[in-house]
């Protein structure tokens, strides 16, 4: 192992920490072995951000059991690897303590099997926090394609090789009038039987929407039109996986001359841009816990971890001729979207333009930096003034 890695040896004896120190040297272990001695230099390491990477513990003072050490190491670190050097534990006792949380128990005086099992345990753990961080990274792309997704102007249908739908957004389903009865069981087939029954003399786009694997580049499959002569562009191209097709998706564009509602101009082309580009940061609000994006540090000039978690750490975060608009913003959600001004860790202040939308279990939406409105941040939204009071989330049902 090349890397530096930091170890905290939890021992009674000065003598037994130096020999352990001395083997791992010899095996050319590199480490930074620190020693502790007592529940509360144990609690004091755990507790003050020392970045550990492994626990060792050896012989302790009379009251104080391996099995506190491992109860107090799973409640504080729980991803941390705990070896215990136990030296007179026979089979029984060495299960006991896998049982209760030890990684790995080294039993016998000698310490021969102490630097494999040092070995593993690091290897595990680096193994375990490259899986946690692909995890931690697709959980934020799948958010951000989610909301790029419903961001986009256009309604979208992703379907596999196999006719199961992969994705779609909102958009697809407004459009087209889909209920949600219809995508639940997530086939093509079943759409499409609806669209058959929504849509005059739709055949040449059903025989055209089941051919998944052809037509690589955009192909217009047809235009159709609903019951309320609305017309409807639905173009097609493949899904592909490096060459191979994977799958075909579908958008649907709505043609109507008619006078855009407010939805048509709700997702300006900046922000659609900017979902685009990656600059745009997804977040989502309950009652109990605020989630932004870590890309939201990054456009704040924030330190990791320095985010808020609920809504009144955003509200600190906010100019405070900006917070009404704020509250106005979640009683009355919209998707247009409206300017506030949040403070960056410089000190400084940044415009930015928010977009929400209110769920059954909450809020979501995204921000971006954006150029100030002229006249300031101000923005009318329903309700006119509101009191500055302490904001409660109330969460709903979409009407």
Request: aromatic residues 6%.
């Amino acid at each position: 192992m090349n890397t530096n890695h930091r170890i905290l040896h939890l021992e009674e004896r000065e003598m037994e920490f130096e020999r352990v120190a001395d083997l791992l040297k010899r095996e050319y272990i590199l480490c930074e072995l620190a020693w502790a001695r007592g529940r509360d230099a144990l609690r004091g390491a755990l507790a003050g951000g020392w970045s550990l990477d492994l626990l060792l513990v050896g012989e302790l003072t009379p009251g104080f059991p391996a099995q506190e050490v491992l109860a107090l190491a799973r409640r504080r670190c729980p991803e941390l690897p705990v070896i215990v050097l136990a030296a007179g534990a026979d089979d029984a006792q060495a299960v006991e303590l896998l049982r209760q949380g030890a990684t790995e128990v080294v039993a016998g005086a000698s310490l021969a099997r102490l630097a494999p099992a040092v070995r593993r345990a690091l290897k595990e753990a680096q193994d375990q926090a490259a899986l946690r961080a692909a995890k931690a990274e697709h959980a934020q792309l799948t958010s951000l394609l989610r909301t790029v997704l419903e961001t986009s102007t256009e309604g979208l249908l992703v379907v596999d090789l196999a006719g199961r739908i992969t994705a779609y957004n909102r958009k697809f389903m407004a459009l087209c009038g889909i209920p949600e009865y219809v995508m639940a069981p997530m086939e093509l087939e079943r759409v499409l039987q609806f669209l058959h029954d929504q849509f005059a003399d739709p055949e040449t786009f059903l025989n055209e929407a089941r051919i998944l694997g052809d037509h690589s580049e955009r192909k217009l499959l047809g235009l159709l039109r609903d019951k309320d002569q609305r017309s409807i562009e639905v173009f097609g191209r493949s899904q592909r996986v490096g060459r191979e097709a994977v799958g075909r998706v579908f958008n649907f564009t709505g043609t109507t001359d008619r006078e855009p509602g407010p939805e048509a101009s709700a997702i300006p082309p900046d922000l659609v841009e900017a979902a685009r580009s990656g600059r745009i940061v997804p977040w989502y609000l309950t009652e109990d816990e605020l989630v932004i994006s870590g890309k939201g540090a990054i456009l704040l000039g924030l330190p990791e971890g320095g985010l808020p978690r609920d809504l009144p750490g955003l509200e600190a975060m906010i100019h405070p001729d900006d917070l009404d608009l704020l509250r106005r913003g979640l009683e009355h959600p919209r998707t247009a979207p409206f300017q506030l001004r949040m403070h960056k860790g410089d000190g400084s202040w940044i415009a930015t333009r928010w977009n929400m939308k209110r769920g059954a279990e909450g809020y979501r939406g995204v921000f971006t930096e954006s150029a100030p409105a002229a006249g300031g941040a101000e923005e009318e939204l329903p309700g006119g003034s509101v009191p500055r009071f302490q904001f409660k989330v109330r969460i709903s049902q979409e009407p």
